[in-house]
Each structure stands twice: as structure tokens, then as C-alpha cells.
């Protein structure tokens, strides 16, 4: 990453930014709208080109922010907030509250060598509240299913199985929209037919992949696994040395990738033999998911990055990246 003359940290809540400026000239807070970051903000920044903004993913609240900094050709860190919580204790910050972790976020943007946030499209913006906003229905679908399980008023029952019906016809409707957005970007983005060709990868993880993992393709396998939280982490000191476990990462490529794998033990002969292989071999179940998630995912990352659909070349993609990678100890760690 290059070096930034101007490093700013911005702390993000509902309603308030907290700002530290590396040149003290935007005021410590601001309010969380857009006419306030572009008159207290983005008017302040003179040399966008010489500026780097770190802020921290907060489930969504940074996303507004984030598109706004792009518009204005403005370097952005999305930062991961257990490393900015273990770089704030490492260097003394014991103490936490949104003023603080401004500053941390601003030590951080100067002294670590992060990865920019990648500047999205309207239209990739457009389809990723679409892959978003399907999460939401599922987990509103699921609250309710629970709900209606364990209520045993009759007019609250139907309460809640008409809000599901509803909450299903949006899912409906919502998946149409996102299959055909996918047809539509496939005429410039080949990649997602790379991906759709291979069994076992459906549309919602095709879709997931375009809107929460672009890095696909573009960096090694072992990044890959790392960046989605399905690598094996090293955990040794002196002699002591711990079970490898996978950890971190992007908690909801991750649960996509595993419902994925699932079809694909069944439909996908490559995952599938790997997954009875290690099978046989004693692994657990569990374990053995795990490491055919990694094995797919570094196909996928192989494939795109060489543009090549399943049908084509498979040996050389697909076999190289199974006969290569012994089976990892480890299971996925969710916390």
C-alpha cells in the first residue's frame, strides 16, 4: 500500500462519525448524515489522492460512509475490529470508548500495511443490497418459524404465518431479481459463469461470492481460505502446539460456502470423492465438511483467476488443487 501524507480514523455509530485527523482540521465529531460528511468531511479534504480513511466493519453501519469516500476518490480501509482491538491493546490503548478508537483506527491506517476497501459500481452496489437484503429475509424467516413453534395462541399463530407467507413471496421475488441481475453482469464479468458452471454452485452462492468476496481470483489460495475463515491457523508456543482450527474471517461468505459444499458432496464427483476419502480415512464429519469448504473455495479461486469453466481443462484445475492439499486438521471455529 502506498504512503498517505493525511491518515484519518472514523468511529462509526448509528448517529455519529468520531474523527481523528492526522492535520486537525476536521472536527472530533460529526453527524452520521450525508450532509454533514460532505460539508464537514469531504470538504475538508483537499488532496483525496494523498488521504486515506480507516474505519472498522460494523455490520453494515460503514456502508454509506464507505460509498461516499469512494465517490470522492478517497483510499478506504474497511478494518477488521478484532485486529483493531488486539492492535489498540498492543499498543496501550486499554481503555475504550469512541474517541479512542478514532485514533486507533488512525495509528492504524499510518503504521499498518492494510488491504483498500475495492470501490463498487451503482450496479454492484445495487446488487449487493440485494444479497443483503436476502440474509435479513432469512433470518426474519427464521425468527418467525421459531415463533410461530412456540406459540400456542391461535390468532398469534396466525399472526405469524401471515407474516411468513409474506416474508416467503419477498424471498420469491427477491431471488428473481437477483438471478436476473447475475444474467445481466455475466455479459461483463465472466467470472460469474465460471462459477456457475461448477455442480454444486447454485445461484445464492454465486451471488454472495460477486457481492462479499470480489478478492476471489485476484489472490493466492491459502489468502483465500484465510480471508473466508476455512485455513488452519497455526497455534504453537515452545513446545507446546495446539490443534490447528480455522477462525476469523467472513462469517457470511462462509455460511454460504458450507450449504453449498453440502449440495456439493452429492452433485460435485471432485468434492465428493475427497469428502469420502476423508471419510474412510476417520476423519470427522464435521472436519471433513470443513476441508472440502477450503478445497472448493481454492477451485473456484483457481478457475476464476484463469477464467476456466468446470467442463474446461478439469484435471488441470480442479485435480491439482485436490491431489495437492492434504487433508487439514481442523475444524471451523464460529465464535
Not at 484519518?8 to 453527524?31: F, M, P, Q, W, Y
Not at 470501490?119 to 432469512?138: C, D, H, M, S
Not at 390468532?155 to 431471488?175: C, P, R
Amino acid at each position: 500500500m502506498k504512503s498517505y501524507k493525511r491518515v484519518i480514523g472514523i468511529d462509526i455509530s448509528t448517529e455519529r462519525l468520531d474523527v481523528a485527523d492526522s492535520n486537525a482540521k476536521i472536527v472530533h465529531e460529526v453527524d452520521y448524515t450525508i450532509e454533514a460528511i460532505k460539508s464537514k468531511i469531504l470538504r475538508l479534504i483537499k488532496k483525496p489522492s494523498e488521504t486515506l480513511v480507516v474505519c472498522e466493519a460494523t455490520g453494515g453501519l460503514e456502508y454509506s460512509l464507505v460509498d461516499m469516500l469512494h465517490d470522492a476518490k478517497i483510499d478506504v480501509v474497511v478494518a477488521n475490529p478484532a485486529r483493531i482491538r488486539d492492535f489498540a491493546k498492543g499498543h496501550g490503548f486499554l481503555e475504550k470508548s469512541d474517541k479512542i478508537d478514532a485514533k486507533v483506527l488512525q495509528l492504524y491506517g499510518q503504521q499498518v500495511d492494510a488491504t483498500l476497501a475495492i470501490p463498487r459500481t451503482l450496479q454492484e452496489r445495487n446488487f449487493i443490497a440485494l444479497t443483503r437484503r436476502r440474509t435479513q429475509l432469512l433470518q426474519l424467516i427464521s425468527q418467525e418459524s421459531n415463533r410461530l413453534r412456540q406459540s400456542n395462541d391461535t390468532q398469534v399463530k396466525s399472526f405469524i404465518e401471515e407474516m411468513l407467507k409474506s416474508l416467503e413471496n419477498q424471498m420469491k421475488t427477491l431471488d428473481s431479481w437477483i438471478s436476473k441481475a447475475l444474467d445481466e453482469q455475466s455479459k461483463t464479468n465472466p467470472s460469474i459463469d465460471v462459477m456457475r458452471s461448477v455442480p454444486g454452485v447454485g445461484v445464492v452462492m454465486t451471488a454472495t461470492l460477486v457481492a462479499e468476496l470480489p478478492e476471489l481470483g485476484t489472490i493466492s489460495r491459502t489468502k483465500i481460505a484465510k480471508l473466508v475463515g476455512v485455513a488452519p491457523m497455526i497455534k504453537q508456543s515452545g513446545k507446546s502446539e495446539e490443534r490447528r482450527r480455522a477462525r476469523g474471517g467472513r462469517g457470511g461468505v462462509r455460511r454460504v460456502l458450507y450449504m453449498a459444499t453440502l449440495a456439493a458432496t452429492q452433485k460435485n464427483d471432485v468434492i465428493k470423492k475427497r469428502y469420502i476419502k476423508l471419510l474412510a480415512s476417520g476423519k470427522p464429519k464435521k472436519l471433513a465438511l470443513v476441508a472440502c469448504m477450503r478445497t472448493l473455495l481454492t477451485i473456484l479461486n483457481d478457475m476464476v483467476r484463469h477464467e476456466t469453466k468446470w467442463g474446461e481443462k478439469k484435471k488441470s484445475v480442479a485435480g491439482s488443487v485436490v491431489s495437492n492439499r492434504p487433508a487439514p486438521a481442523h475444524v471451523l471455529d464460529k465464535s
